[in-house]
């Protein structure tokens, strides 16, 4: 079965200091894996895939297929970044880690 | 491009009434489209797949006679809670997956339902 395991269900920095947001996937095969990003009051959007390798709003992650993870980073926080993060692996379905709620203090 | 519209947003009932929640691709159709539910403080549960014209795929512990999901077209799909208790309080989220006229695939979420169950 596949799982995803996000630690930490609260996190504080502050606004310039480097943030990492943890995930632990658990899955036998080669995983897709997403990261999703839910801003008060607004709908669940999509922030970045594993495949695409791409840097949305600074964020970054990197499949460790050898720790089995999927961190996101981010050098220098921002306030607006504050937001509900979630972790997602895809393999028929989407899986979602229980999220990180993550705020970014002044 | 790819949006889903779901409605209501918000919705307040009597204990033992049926509620239906719809979900619509605006803009691509959804081959697919999933239903999840999320508790206060917990994460998405997956409750059911549905594929257009076909019957809903429920996960384990998912009532199929209390949730009724009907993907009738290829941008619509709704879920009905039905005999509904405050216990089914909750925030329903649906997605869909499709492609678009460029070619690329989507997966996108509507922006959720609270339903309150008094």
């Known amino acids: 079965a596949q799982r995803v395991t996000q630690p930490e269900k609260l996190l504080s920095v502050f606004k310039g200091a480097p943030v990492e947001l943890k995930c632990n996937y658990s899955y036998s095969g080669s995983p897709e894996l997403f990261w999703y990003v839910q801003y008060s009051r607004q709908r669940l959007q999509l922030l970045l895939r594993?495949?695409s390798r791409e840097s949305i709003k600074g964020f970054t992650a990197d499949l460790n297929k050898g720790e089995t993870s999927f961190h996101l980073k981010k050098p220098f926080a921002q306030e607006e970044d504050s937001a509900m993060y979630y972790c997602a692996l895809f393999y028929r379905q989407l899986t979602f880690g229980s999220g990180t709620q993550l705020t970014v203090l002044p | 491009g790819a949006v889903v519209s779901q409605h209501p947003s918000r919705v307040i009932c009597k204990s033992g009434t049926s509620v239906k929640i719809e979900c619509r691709s605006l803009d691509f159709q959804a081959t697919t489209m999933f239903w999840y539910r999320q508790f206060p403080k917990q994460s998405l549960m997956l409750m059911a797949t549905?594929?257009?014209?076909?019957?809903?795929?429920?996960e384990q512990g998912v009532e199929k006679d209390k949730f009724l999901i009907n993907h009738a077209s290829l941008t619509l799909s709704t879920l009905t809670v039905t005999s509904a208790h405050p216990e089914d309080s909750s925030f329903y989220i649906c997605s869909a997956t499709g492609q678009l006229t460029s070619g690329a695939n989507v997966l996108t979420f509507g922006a959720g339902s609270r339903l309150t169950v008094l």
């Open positions: 549905s594929n257009e014209g076909s019957k809903a795929t429920y």
């Open positions: 594993h495949i």
